[in-house]
């Protein structure tokens, strides 16, 4: 006989837990119902299960909001912000949107921040998303490099936010 897969999400395994041992004859404690109920899951502890359950970090809508509105309908970056957290935050809708694993000469890299931008001054981008970490560079600085990473949870807002316009 086939068993059928039957999926279960819990809100809160604190309260199942109680729940679960107010049923037993003989339960055992709270801490210990939440590392067997776990264990059950396939993790080594209840530790490990919160470790592999943490909920991502919510981005700030707010900060986000500024943020597009330095972009116009069509996603391009009408001016560069003020304030630093606001540039790094902007420059990561553009960084999104260069080649990945493309090594690019200084005149291509500028080109293409040139066409993602409507006040041209590629020089000032390219030295802070440099700064920033999102482009490497040669020592010589010929060639360009987008550099791989994680972007944070306000930095995807704000590139799909972007994207979305284009």
Request: contains cysteine; proline residues 5%.
């Amino acid at each position: 006989m086939t068993r059928d897969v039957i999926s279960l999400q819990i809100d809160d395994l604190s309260q199942f837990a109680r729940t679960l041992r107010a049923g037993l004859a003989n339960p055992p404690s709270h801490v210990e119902m939440l590392g067997q109920i776990a264990r059950a899951a396939g993790y080594r502890n209840y530790q490990h299960l919160r470790a592999h359950h943490t909920p991502a970090p919510k981005p700030d809508a707010k900060r986000v909001d500024k943020a597009l509105r330095y972009f116009d309908g069509q996603g391009l970056l009408m001016r560069f912000p003020g304030r630093t957290q606001m540039q790094w935050l902007c420059l990561w809708a553009l960084w999104a949107r260069l080649p990945a694993r493309e090594e690019m000469s200084e005149r291509a890299i500028s080109a293409r921040i040139d066409s993602l931008t409507a006040f041209r001054d590629a020089a000032q981008l390219r030295r802070s998303m440099v700064e920033a970490g999102l482009l490497t560079r040669t020592l010589d600085g010929a060639v360009y490099l987008r550099r791989e990473q994680q972007p944070s949870a306000e930095a995807r807002a704000l590139i799909s936010a972007v994207s979305a316009r284009m």
